[in-house]
């Protein structure tokens, strides 16, 4: 499996503000994806990031709030804009598995608190 | 988006026995992939086991193993020999075959091991 770097691993944040995660895989992957665990809840998919093209977004989520960059085939960021504190959550950022076998790993995970 | 139920919020074992998680998912697929993630307090994502539908015999990794019934569209994850280890929140996923890598997750159960 690859590993998958997450930085940073935790951060309070002040409402209105804006935070960087950045996520770093030590082997070229195609897809990356983004996550979102909100307080006690299940993971939710926030978009998918290809390399060359613009994020696609799951519904309920939009590249105003949650923009991404996807600059190669081993890093991607995701940025939290415009701060408020329902956006407090664990953001996760994964990758598919080598060979084409259906499976996706993660990264350590964002711990975000937004005051 | 498919719906995937994990009935059981939380579960108690006592170190060495074995415990079962439950997950039932609802599609009209026929072939498909499903998993089973732990998530410890660490929030690392952990892949434990997958199973394609497709295949009749049941996945196994070490202490882990499953019991998929694709009729009854179960799958069920067993942990035998708890250890202390185990402790964590288990997250049943669902993927579909369409080549996007894209996973339905249920709510969670929440295994704590006593000693």
């Known amino acids: 499996s690859a590993v998958i770097s997450q930085k940073p691993s935790r951060d309070i944040c002040q409402r209105g503000t804006s935070l960087t995660i950045q996520c770093q895989v030590d082997?070229?992957?195609?897809?990356m994806f983004w996550y979102r665990q909100q307080p006690g809840q299940s993971l939710t998919l926030i978009a998918t990031a290809n390399q060359g093209s613009e994020a696609t977004y799951e519904s309920g989520f939009v590249i105003d709030k949650f923009p991404i960059s996807r600059p190669n085939l081993t890093f991607s960021t995701l940025t939290v804009s415009n701060m408020s504190p329902e956006d407090s959550s664990i953001y996760l950022c994964?990758?598919?598995?080598?060979?084409?076998?259906?499976?996706?790993?993660f990264g350590s995970g964002t711990q975000l608190s937004v005051l | 988006a498919q719906t995937v139920t994990q009935s059981q919020p939380e579960m108690s074992v006592q170190e060495a026995e074995t415990v079962t998680l439950s997950c039932t998912y609802d599609?009209?697929?026929?072939?498909?992939?499903l998993f089973w993630y732990k998530q410890p307090p660490s929030r690392q994502m952990i892949l434990v086991i997958r199973?394609?539908?497709?295949?009749?015999q049941n996945a196994t990794e070490n202490r882990f193993s499953v019991n998929f019934q694709k009729a009854a569209k179960s799958f069920s994850l067993k942990i035998s020999d708890s250890q202390l280890g185990d402790t964590a929140m288990y997250f049943c996923a669902f993927m579909e075959p369409r080549g996007d890598y894209k996973l339905s997750f249920g709510a969670g159960t929440t295994v704590t091991v006593r000693a």
């Open positions: 082997s070229q992957v195609t897809m």
């Open positions: 199973q394609e539908a497709y295949k009749q």
């Open positions: 994964s990758v598919e598995g080598q060979g084409g076998n259906e499976k996706l790993f």
């Open positions: 599609t009209s697929e026929n072939n498909y992939y």
